[in-house]
């Protein structure tokens, strides 16, 4: 088969997923095996998936492809959320746009019937794209928070914890969404710093409630930054300690539009150095006034209605947008002499995470879950470890914060895209939680002695988190078929893969759930990946159109190359940034690995006849070794009881790369095991790009017209596959494709099971790259002196290893162009001279050099050694550190100066060579 010059993804990336599908590799069943189970956290089914949502899905697969790999039974649960508030938006502005109806027009099953008619239509766009990502999804239990089963559970646990006394009703001060027109959590608010304005108004003071102030009346300045709620104030405040104040006990204020007298009251909340030190008390739109207000008894006045407009009881501008209020009350203000400054103000302001709305504090009837006896149940796992945060140093007490000041959860929403509440009313306001009317009649019946009364059901839907703190359980019908088969054994699940956006709304409360309905904790790994960013440091977002188009990026690059990109740029738990020039760096990544398998393949015709002995080697791969043990002479490669043989050397660069491969898989394990993703795949392509194209290859590589070892070439298939495995939970298109184009084989890579780690040979790890290191230094002292690639060069080695170079002598003097190689003679003349490790060698040309430039270069080496040198023995002179400091510690930090030491007086030989 004829390779294509570069590797093309669009022609091998569907016919994979294709095969692995209909090979049903990615379906579980329970068996005997040990459960490797992550639930995928469930996208909104609203629309495409961004870039957060792509390095998510990646994480997830490399860890259940490389469980998949090691024996595991590996099962990924893919599903979507309902989304009730930013679905519910998308549905309404359909209907408005492609119908002409409002929502209020319709009934409320006419709009869920157009609401599931929408999800059908759009749901399956995010499945495409997992799908064309290569997640290794189990694509029979797909879940949607809204499936019967599903929306059953819901209401099962909602009635659950009624009767337990832990949801309640009442009014309550709430964050109100005006766009959306529904109550929010506080942590569906997000809080952000904005350039506000101060208001600084005039009200007047009196001496009683029935008194009018006229002209002359003293008055107190309040600075106000919403002047717009002005006109639902039924108090003043100040600190019982401002001496500003003291001679307004007993007093009252006027409100200043509506003329309303309200009393002063004194409470050390307030701070005298902010403002005025005066505060207009609001109790219907600020939870400070909120609780001044029960504290003191003050009266509530909502002055704005659930569109965020004046209200009725606003008394003037009713109908107003309140943006529009704030202009129009602060010019009025102005008008009638009340308004003596405005100035700029640095404010903090709270904006609906699903609308972007400005949010309202506003008293409201809502539903409410009693988080106090959760908190504890989240908790302790996280603190005793059963939960495993990573990173932890990051979030662990940031989670603990949280849970330790935790408020109540308002749960009920005012939409109808979701779960409703449970909960019928009769006509005189009497209210019973049940799963169904049916069970709802009985209850009515049994309480109250009503047997027909007309019963309503709560208008409300329940949060959407309400419903995915369930999802680890309910994805497997742990509450609707409690200690059924799969709940039994996928759950607890092994790890969460998640936002860190969302370690409150979602990771604790499934940590709650699971802990009262599993009496376990959902998972024992929770990996929160970092914020995605563009190159300024933006979060990508729709709204500022920086996010690429994952499919359109899968079309330019590949999924491979996308995959890579991402997961290149994102260290652990840290925010990214992401541009094109990853996915691209994924691409030429791709062509290397693809040029690679052109390179092996083309080896395949060069094969020799035997594979006892590789063919006679002349010309310029015979080289004249001088002066090892009275040896000197040609040595050719022919078998003739020549022990320094090309075959030795190849075996050497074998033996090296063999070790270099178990070196790097261990290392991949143990960073894949602290979720150091990223580490891992730059371990991989370090091994891949480098070791073994840059250097093994290389190595290994036959001369002009020279035949490949038959033994070598088959090694190099099984180093090749290795790499393949070690990368495909990474890669894991092209990783297939290069897997079955080596060799015919019978199995597919994504469920070859992965092989034990051996431990690698530290002498022949340290001789490799001591071979390197000999390499690249003669190669940058070839360049620096100007010597041409095709000029031949004879090598002089001082060493006291001789043993180990001659076992490398082939692929040294290959790699340098060198003719002849000398053992531990003087150099001739004048050579190029340098010191590399703790040995020294000299380059013969026919050329002229550069002598003080040479040894200027040594100068430069030798001081910085004896400042490294310096440092090292003050660190080992230091005793305190030699008494604390582990052993190996210590001996490391003496190899580190032996070695310098050696190296110093190696190069102060040399500088004494060129002198002479």
Known sequence: MELSKNYEPSLVEDR?????KEKAYFKSIPDSRPPFTVVIPPPNVTGVLHMGHTLNETVQDILVR?????????CWVPGSDHA???TEAKVVEMLKKEKNIEKFQLTREEFLGYAFEWKEKYGGIIYSQIDKLGCSVDWDRVSFTMDPDYYRAVIKVFVDLYNKGLIYRGARMINWDPA???????????H????????YVKYYVVDSPSEQPAAHSPHITIATQRPETIMGDTGVCVNPEDPRYKNLRGKYAVVPLVNRVVPIIFDDYVDPAFGTGALKVTPAHDINDYNLGLKYQLEIVDTLDENGALSEAAGIFVGMDRFEARNKVAETLKEQGLLLKEEEYLTRAGFSQRSNALVEPRISTQWFVSMAFFAQKALQPALDGRVKIHPEERFLNTYKYWLENIKDWCISRQLWWGQRIPAWYDTEGRCVVAENEEEARKIFSEKYGVTDSALNQDEDVLDTWFSSWLWPIEVFKGITNPGNKDINYYYPTSTLVTGQDIIFFWVARMIMAGMEYQQEIPFSDVYFTGMVRDRQGRKMSKQLGNSPDLLQLIDKYGADAVRFGILISAPAGNDLLFDEQSPEQGKLFNNKLWNALKLVKMWSARLADTETGPAEIS????VQVMDVSGFSGTLQLNGNGNEYSQQANQDFAVQWFSNRLEEARAEVNRLMADFKLSEALKTIYSLIWDDFCSWYLEWIKPGLNQPMHP????????????LMQLLHPFMPFITEEIYHLLEERDDDLCVRQSLPLQTPDAKVLQAG??????ITGIRDARNKNKIKPKEEIKLYIRTESTDMFMSVYHILSKQVNANAIAFNTEALGHNISMVIGKDKFFIETAGDFDVSGQQEELQKELQRLEGFLLSVEKKLGNERFMQNAKPEIVAHEQKKKSDAEAKIKAIKESLSDLSN
Do not use: C, H, P
Request: net charge neutral; charged share 30%; no cysteine.
């Open 16 to 20: 994979w997923n294709n095969r692995w």
């Open 66 to 74: 490389k469980a998949r790999m090691n024996g595991f039974n590996a």
């Open 84 to 86: 009730s508030i930013a």
């Open 180 to 190: 959306a027109k529904t109550a929010l959590s506080d942590e569906e608010v997000e």
């Open 192 to 199: 952000r710093d904005i350039q506000g304005r101060l208001y």
């Open 619 to 622: 010309g310029q791969d015979a």
């Open 711 to 722: 033994g070598i070439y088959q090694r190099t298939l099984s180093f090749f596959t290795e």
């Open 769 to 774: 790259s001591a071979l390197k290191e000999v």
